[in-house]
C-alpha cells in the first residue's frame, strides 16, 4: 500500500483497542473491504477528542484513514446507523467473536463475506435473540471464511451422503467419517446434526449442543493452544 494512499468511508467494526503514548489509541478495525487492520488514533483519549465517543466495539461504522505501513491512521470515524448495545451475557458472546476475529485473522486479508456474517451476528445478538445459534453459525462462516474447508454433508471417505440415523467423528482437515473403534477423544456427532449445521438450521437441541463440541474442537486445533479468555470469564460468570 502507497505510504499516501488513504481509504474513505469504509465500513468497518471495532474488534480491540489499548492505549497508545499518553493520549492515543491503536485499535483493531476489521473492515468490509480491507480486512481486518491496525490504526492509531491520534488524541482519541483526549476529554474532547471527536473520536472518543465513537470507536466503540459492536457500533457500525464509516472509517477514513491513511498511511502505508502495517499501522496506518485513523483519520475520521462516525456511525453508520448504530443499533443497541450489547449487556450481559449478550456482550460476552461479542467479546468472544471479536476474539475470535483478533486470533484467527490476518491482517489486511479481506472477507466481504465473514464481515456480512460478523455483521449479522452482532445485530443478532443486540436483539436479543438466542445465543446459541448466533454463536454456530458465526463459528462457522469464520472457518469456511478462512479456507480452513469444514464439509459436513458427505463421508470424507467414501463420498456416500450422511446417514442422518448414523453416528459420525470429524477428523479435522478431512471430514466426517463413520465412528471408529479407536475413536479416542473424538466428540461423536450424529449425521443429522452434520446435515442440519449444512443446512444452517440450528433449531434441535441436539444440533445445539453437538455442533458446539464440534466446533469448539476445530477452533481449538486452529488456535494451537492458544487460551480464549473471553471463553474463560464466560465460563467464571456462569458458575458464580
Same mark, same amino acid.
Given at each position: ?12 467494526? %471495532?474488534? #480491540? ?5 499518553? /493520549?492515543?489509541?491503536? %485499535? ?5 473491504? #480491507?480486512?481486518?487492520?491496525?490504526? %492509531? ?16 466495539? +459492536? ?23 448504530? *443499533? !443497541? ?19 484467527? /485473522? ?8 465473514? +464481515? ?20 454456530? $453459525?458465526?463459528?462457522?462462516? &469464520? ?17 456416500? !451422503? &450422511?446417514? !442422518? ?23 461423536? /456427532? ?23 463440541? &464440534?466446533? $469448539? ?8 493452544? *492458544? /487460551?480464549? *479468555? ?6 467464571? &460468570?456462569?458458575?458464580?
Amino acid at each position: 500500500m502507497s505510504q499516501k494512499q488513504r481509504v474513505d468511508q469504509q465500513p468497518g467494526f %471495532v474488534l #480491540h483497542t489499548h492505549p497508545w503514548r499518553e /493520549t492515543s489509541l491503536i %485499535v483493531e478495525v476489521f473492515s468490509r473491504d #480491507h480486512g481486518r487492520v491496525a490504526l %492509531v488514533a491520534k488524541g482519541a483519549r483526549r476529554p474532547m477528542s471527536a473520536l472518543r465517543g465513537v470507536i466503540m466495539a +459492536f457500533q457500525p461504522l464509516l472509517l477514513d484513514w491513511s498511511g502505508g505501513g502495517e499501522m496506518k491512521t485513523l483519520v475520521r470515524a462516525e456511525r453508520c446507523g448504530g *443499533q !443497541p448495545l450489547l449487556a450481559g451475557r449478550a456482550l460476552m458472546c461479542g467479546y468472544y467473536l471479536n476474539e475470535l476475529m483478533v486470533r484467527l /485473522t490476518a491482517r489486511e486479508d479481506p472477507h466481504a463475506v465473514l +464481515f456480512d456474517a460478523y455483521a449479522r451476528a452482532i445485530a443478532t445478538l443486540g436483539r436479543g435473540e438466542p445465543q446459541e445459534p448466533v454463536l454456530r $453459525r458465526f463459528e462457522l462462516a &469464520l472457518l469456511r471464511e478462512l479456507g480452513y474447508g469444514v464439509g459436513l454433508a458427505s463421508d470424507s471417505d467414501s463420498g456416500a !451422503p &450422511l446417514d !442422518p440415523s448414523a453416528a459420525y467423528v470429524y477428523i479435522i482437515e478431512r471430514g466426517p467419517v463413520p465412528v471408529p473403534e479407536d475413536a479416542g477423544d473424538l466428540p461423536a /456427532t450424529s449425521g443429522q446434526t452434520l446435515l442440519d449445521m449444512e443446512r444452517d438450521d440450528f433449531s434441535r437441541p441436539e444440533t445445539l449442543v453437538q455442533s458446539k463440541a &464440534l466446533l $469448539r474442537m476445530l477452533i481449538n486445533h486452529y488456535l494451537g493452544g *492458544q /487460551t480464549l *479468555q473471553s471463553r474463560r470469564v464466560l465460563k467464571e &460468570l456462569l458458575e458464580l
